[in-house]
């Protein structure tokens, strides 16, 4: 019988992933405790994902947290347990690196050479191992612990012409907040739909992507599509802020019927299992090709199987990516791409106003500003809730301008979506744009979104 769950590793739990699978231990027991000697508050757990649970409480007390801002905020957070806080909370600045969600949603493209490659190969089978290998890469940009901005809606995301790629992002909806994306060079389009959705639990939250990835590889037309795993973010209070992402990553050819299921490992004690992804390559009959395994801040490596999923005689593995080297000791985590995503070298000509590099309060968290930061911060969202009133006074409704809401209704895992669509319209502003003469330093044009004058006045 073919290893239909990389967990099992086959049939009566053997194959390639057994003795993987069988150390990793539950996060929830192993590694969770009250502290509630420590601070006095019930339910409060942190996680020490390099320890046991016997340093909890010691764990407690790390973290980017004073005492006294930390015990308030626990105080203020305890009544959002188990709500979706996506957006109904004012955060402070202090917590936040400079960057907004359009931005992150373009580190996807720092290793798009994979899904050229994944075009370009005759390989079924090696296709989906380049294209999954390139979802994977942006794993070590999500694990940082600093929360992006949340986009104003209107609100865009340029990139141009990087290495052959050009990226629009933009916010469509506000209540509830969702992105769309869209990428494209000679080899594939990249379309995505967002929506994120958020657990709160004290101190910790769940994160569900609920969305819809699509990337179509030209040559053949071939079109993938991509359900992740949820996100967990621990010690958002007390402790150490870390992230992990445990559970099943699946991309599946949608022409064929090939797909990949990979396994996040869960971290367990002392940080067992901690990054690690394991899985296959199938055929549309579900009999496993190829072996996958790495860890999604390193490496990926990928192996020839035979139909229980064991490595195949005179074959081995072979590494598919690796982590580009990153800046050392840099304050939000960021690699070298990240830095590039937030400059305006990657700008293109004639930069939209509404571009999110153009965002007072996010500029001034970059240059080390946060009372600034938290001052625009509030300015922006008490206008962006001006906007939302004469709307509604003028019984209007936002229309975004470079993404149409489509009839589609999608499920996903974590609820349905409603799908936006790229409508071409950026193409023809981008080529106009690149074709005029007006050269306006980037840096000097207004951050604007807005669908109205300005409600201040």
Not at 25 to 33: E, R, Y
Not at 185 to 213: A, M, Q, W
Request: contains cysteine.
């Amino acid at each position: 019988m073919a290893p239909n769950d990389p967990k099992n590793g086959g049939g009566g739990g053997s194959g390639f992933f057994a003795s993987l699978a069988s150390s990793i231990s539950s996060l929830g027991s192993a590694m969770t405790k009250s502290v509630n000697g420590l601070v006095g508050y019930e339910g409060l757990e942190v996680i020490n994902p390099e320890g046991s649970t016997e340093d909890a409480a010691e764990e407690a007390n790390r973290g980017r947290w004073k005492q006294e801002d930390r015990d308030g905020y626990w105080k203020m957070m305890q009544k959002y347990i188990g709500s979706d806080v996506t957006s109904m909370v004012t955060l402070p600045v202090i917590i936040f690196e400079p960057m907004t969600m359009l931005q992150k949603m373009a580190e996807l493209m720092e290793y798009s050479h994979l899904l050229d490659m994944a075009d370009q190969t005759e390989d079924p089978y090696m296709r989906m191992v380049y294209a999954s290998s390139w979802a994977i890469s942006v794993y070590y940009a999500f694990q940082r612990t600093w929360k992006p901005f949340n986009p104003i809606l209107g609100e865009t995301y340029e990139m141009a012409n990087y290495n052959g790629v050009n990226f629009i992002s933009e916010q469509v909806s506000h209540h509830p907040p969702m992105s769309a994306g869209h990428a494209e060079n000679e080899h594939f389009t990249y379309d995505c739909t967002s929506k994120l959705k958020t657990k709160f639990l004290g101190n910790s939250i769940d994160v569900y992507p609920v969305g819809r990835t699509r990337v179509t590889l030209k040559r053949d037309g071939v079109v993938l599509d991509l359900v992740p795993p949820l996100t967990k973010v621990h010690n958002l209070i007390f402790g150490r802020t870390w992230v992990d992402s445990p559970g099943e990553m699946i991309m599946t050819n949608l022409t064929t019927g090939d797909k990949v299921v990979l396994y996040f490992q869960p971290c367990g004690w002392f940080g067992s299992g901690r990054y690690e992804v394991d899985g296959y390559v199938y055929n549309a009959s579900e009999e496993p090709k190829i072996l996958m395994t790495g860890k999604w801040n390193e490496s990926m490596s990928y192996q020839q199987c035979d139909g229980e999923g064991e490595p195949l005689p005179g074959t081995e593995l072979k590494e598919v990516w690796k982590l580009a080297d990153a800046p050392k000791d840099d304050k939000y985590q960021y690699t070298h791409f990240a830095h590039k995503i937030n400059s305006f070298d990657t700008a293109p000509k004639k930069l939209l106003p509404s571009d999110s590099r153009l965002r007072p309060d996010r500029y001034a968290l970059e240059m080390g500003d946060m009372s600034k930061s938290g001052y625009e911060k509030s300015s922006m969202e008490e206008r962006q809730r001006a906007e939302k009133r004469t709307r509604e006074e003028k019984g209007q409704s936002f229309t975004p301008k470079w993404f149409d809401i489509t009839e589609e209704v999608t499920p996903t895992p974590w609820g349905d979506l409603e799908v936006y669509q790229f409508n071409g319209k950026y193409l023809e502003h981008r080529g106009a744009a690149d074709k005029s003469e007006d050269n306006t330093d980037p840096k000097s044009i207004t951050f604007n979104p807005w669908q109205f004058q300005d409600m201040s006045t």
